[in-house]
């Protein structure tokens, strides 16, 4: 599903820049709250799709419930939710679960950013990693790929920075777009 990368990393620069707008974040920790929701959302969803066995139907109405094409299109969008609404969780209504907040708790340890808005973060730009995903293919083409996602994957966040693998490769990738070299040499 090389188009859903391709779609989140045109986005992903834009996107960092409004979570550090947004709230109180650093460059590295709204980049990897990116990287993170691309590489682990496509798991969740598999989950998601085996819970409801295994009807793409399912995965289809999250994301056209959950997705934003606007803020795949106009990432500085991220900056205008609206403040009246109750805090997002890190959860994402149960779609990461209690992986979610374990999600917060090591990128915190890593970027030295609260978990509480990094959860925010995850919570603001999954809207447009939902968008990238309805986006990349055809209903067949997206169920055969979620196929191949684990929940595994889940388990443990250190598979974020694993040497090989969809989630490992996709976090840096995506990464790499939302804090580039340049921009860490500042840092």
């Given at each position: 599903?090389?188009?859903?990368?391709?779609?989140?990393?045109?986005?992903?620069?834009?996107?960092?820049?409004?979570?550090?707008?947004?709230?109180?974040?650093?460059?590295?920790?709204?980049?990897?709250?990116?990287?993170?929701?691309?590489?682990?959302?496509?798991?969740?969803?598999?989950?998601?799709?085996?819970?409801?066995?295994?009807?793409?139907?399912?995965?289809?109405?999250?994301?056209?419930?959950?997705?934003?094409?606007?803020?795949?299109?106009?990432?500085?969008?991220?900056?205008?939710?609206?403040?009246?609404?109750?805090?997002?969780?890190?959860?994402?209504?149960?779609?990461?679960?209690?992986?979610?907040?374990?999600?917060?708790?090591?990128?915190?340890?890593?970027?030295?950013?609260?978990?509480?808005?990094?959860?925010?973060?995850?919570?603001?730009?999954?809207?447009?990693?939902?968008?990238?995903?309805?986006?990349?293919?055809?209903r067949e083409e997206l169920a055969a790929w979620l196929d191949e996602r684990?929940?595994?994957?889940?388990?443990?966040?250190?598979?974020?920075?694993?040497?090989?693998?969809?989630?490992?490769?996709?976090?840096?990738?995506?990464?790499?777009?939302?804090?580039?070299?340049?921009?860490?040499?500042?840092?």
């Open positions: 599903m090389d188009r859903y990368l391709l779609a989140v990393e045109r986005s992903a620069g834009a996107a960092a820049k409004a979570l550090r707008t947004r709230g109180d974040l650093s460059r590295s920790g709204s980049a990897e709250a990116i990287s993170a929701a691309a590489a682990l959302l496509p798991a969740a969803l598999a989950r998601h799709r085996r819970k409801r066995e295994g009807s793409i139907d399912a995965v289809m109405d999250v994301l056209t419930k959950f997705g934003k094409p606007d803020t795949l299109a106009n990432p500085r969008l991220l900056q205008e939710v609206d403040a009246r609404a109750p805090a997002p969780s890190p959860r994402l209504g149960g779609l990461l679960g209690d992986e979610g907040p374990r999600l917060c708790a090591w990128l915190a340890s890593r970027t030295h950013d609260p978990e509480a808005v990094l959860g925010r973060a995850l919570a603001l730009v999954t809207p447009m990693v939902l968008a990238a995903l309805a986006k990349a293919g055809t684990s929940d595994a994957e889940l388990a443990e966040p250190q598979v974020l920075v694993a040497e090989a693998g969809f989630p490992a490769e996709s976090f840096r990738r995506i990464r790499t777009r939302g804090f580039p070299w340049w921009s860490r040499m500042l840092s």
